[in-house]
């Protein structure tokens, strides 16, 4: 089975602060993926990676950066936290025979 | 870009009955149509997908049709049972071979199985 996991289940940050979401996944996958779900809105694609070092935006990159130094994990950096960045975020990780995607279980994050 | 409405927002059944619910994409070029289940405190589990050369897909008590004219593609879940309550989504991306798309997803469906 695919497994990918983040690096938190909730998190609870500070207006301003600097966040980094971690996520990691076993099946040598090339394709990452960070997403967004807030109710009402569905899943918003925030930035993707099709290889190491290579980074793409997605719909709703305003307020974020990531990084992909090793083929296994896929950071999401806040560098300045805001409290419209409170959401639910999860990774998702997929093979280049197709286009499936499996999702970790997600990180609350709540910006005070 | 691609944008992708799911109906209904939410949807209850009796036990036992089917479940229909309904997506409409709008970029042509889309190929890809996965659905996803999402439970409480968990993150989505793909449950089927389909891709544009072929019409419809079945895995056991579940089904997808697309019909890539009308550009729509619908979820079918036959004789329901409790554990089929989550929220469903829909969604949509173009492959072409050299690297991953996004996906684009619908709003989701909360389905409800009444017993």
């Known amino acids: 089975d695919v497994k990918v996991t983040q690096s938190s289940r909730y998190l609870v940050k500070r207006t301003g602060e600097k966040v980094f979401l971690e996520c990691v996944q076993d099946m040598d996958h090339e394709n990452m993926f960070w997403y967004r779900q807030d109710p009402g809105l569905g899943l918003r694609l925030i930035y993707f990676s099709y290889d190491v070092k290579m980074k793409e935006k997605g719909d709703i990159p305003e307020g974020y950066s990531v990084s992909r130094e090793k083929k296994e994990r896929f950071s999401l950096i806040l560098e300045s936290a805001s409290t419209n960045q409170t959401s639910m975020y999860l990774c998702a990780s997929g093979g280049g025979s197709g286009n499936e995607q499996f999702f970790g279980p997600g990180t609350r994050l709540t910006v005070l | 870009g691609e944008n992708v409405e799911q109906h209904p927002s939410t949807l209850s059944v009796q036990e036992g009955d089917s479940a229909v619910i309904k997506c409409t994409y709008s970029?042509?070029?889309?190929?890809?149509f996965p659905w996803y289940k999402q439970e409480l405190g968990k993150g989505p589990q793909l449950i089927i997908d389909?891709?544009?050369?072929?019409g419809e897909k079945k895995d056991q008590r579940i089904a997808v049709t697309l019909n890539k004219t009308a550009k729509h593609f619908s979820l079918h879940i036959t004789e329901t049972q409790p554990e089929d309550s989550a929220v469903y989504f829909c969604a949509a991306s173009k492959y072409s071979g050299g690297g991953a798309d996004g996906l684009t997803f619908g709003k989701g469906t909360h389905l409800i199985i009444q017993p």
């Open positions: 389909i891709r544009s050369n072929v």
């Open positions: 970029d042509s070029a889309s190929n890809y």
